[in-house]
């Protein structure tokens, strides 16, 4: 069990998931929101949570629900909830001036060894620490949503971060159960939005210019491309494919490349093509559903996570 405490901040969505998996290796999570209630309902969501996790018999860690539960405390101030922390989680809107206004308060109350991580999906690490006295302490940790089944995380540092950052932030993300992959050199949209944003954007094109459904664009993801790439990798699937990827470069190198120049310009989603794709996906899953729809994503992701550690 490891130990030594974590201060989350930010206790919506992400912040909370944040918290059950820092607890469930054993650390002490601190939580503080600028708005208490937010917290009341955290602490709420979490013990639901666990609970229903326990019955499935899904719980992480070693921990009974009882003590994992009894490892998160709440902090009325940001001071209390990082003073004695090793590691800070933040976990507040995705806005450039709140970020860096919070990363600028919480810096007065840390050691010169503290870590000050931020989940920004998508502000470039230099851009929060910029201004920051212990901007050689920052990194970016972004997590995938939900992190709780989902245990890929981006770890980006700034140009200035200090190495050990990396390395001891690395090692807290492997004992509490994910899969850090490190982006060398900051980059708009980190890795994982932007191979996203090139799936989407190839498949609002085709969609928009009547090439294929929604629908079948959609399964050529779950029951084509998916099915491989939830196991192993578009590098190591063409490896296979191939006999290699010296053998792959002389056979499919200019097929790829001409492909490639066919993909279209970018095009912002806007217009008709949003109410295409989104009636199309609402019959599947009504608005009006969507947590319902979002719990058995969840317990899908769970099963997968089981078949894949079995494999
Ligand atoms: P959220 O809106 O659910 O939660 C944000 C929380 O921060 C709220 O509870 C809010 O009260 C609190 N907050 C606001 N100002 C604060 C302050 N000054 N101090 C402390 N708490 C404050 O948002 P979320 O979906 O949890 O996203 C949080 C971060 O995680 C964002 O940067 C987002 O980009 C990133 N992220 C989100 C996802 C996702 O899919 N939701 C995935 C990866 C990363």
Redesign the pocket.
């Known amino acids: 069990l490891k130990t030594g405490i974590v201060g989350v ?7 909370r998931s944040w918290a059950m998996l820092f607890v469930s290796a054993g650390y002490h999570v601190k939580i ?4 208490p209630s ?1 917290m009341t309902l955290a602490l709420e969501e979490i013990k639901l949570q666990l609970n229903d996790m326990d019955k499935r018999g899904l719980l992480r860690g070693q921990l009974t629900v009882d003590e994992q539960f009894s490892h998160i405390s709440t902090a009325e101030t ?1 001071e209390e909830c990082v003073r004695d922390a090793f590691y800070i989680q933040e ?4 806005e450039v001036e ?1 970020k860096k206004k ?1 990363h600028k308060e919480l810096e007065k109350y840390i050691g010169s060894s503290t870590i000050l991580a931020s ?3 998508a502000i470039l690490p230099s851009i929060i620490s910029e201004v920051l006295v212990h901007r050689n302490r920052f990194i970016v940790v ?4 939900p992190p709780f089944y989902v245990p890929m995380v981006e770890l980006c540092p700034a140009p200035w971060t200090d190495p050990d950052v990396l390395e001891t932030t690395r090692t807290l993300m492997k004992a509490i159960g994910q899969k850090p992959i490190t982006i060398n050199k900051e980059i708009d949209g980190f890795v994982l939005n932007r191979i996203q944003s090139a799936i989407l954007g190839e498949g609002w094109r085709l969609v928009r210019d009547n090439v294929i459904s929604v629908e079948d664009f959609d399964t050529v993801m779950k029951h084509g491309l998916g099915r491989r790439y939830a196991f192993m990798g578009p590098f190591e699937t063409a490896y296979l494919n191939a006999e290699g990827w010296k053998a792959l470069s002389e056979k499919y190198a200019d097929t790829f490349y001409r492909v490639e120049k066919t993909l279209g310009e970018p095009d912002k989603m806007v217009g008709p093509t949003v109410d295409k794709i989104h009636n199309e996906c609402s019959k599947k899953v009504p608005v009006e559903k969507l947590e319902e729809g979002r719990l058995w994503r969840d317990r899908r992701l769970n099963a997968l996570a089981k078949l894949i550690k079995d494999m």
Do not use: Q
């Open positions: 901040v930010g206790s919506g969505l992400i912040g503080y929101d600028a708005d937010r940001p976990s507040v809107p995705e709140l919070v989940s920004t999906s972004h997590p995938t949503n």
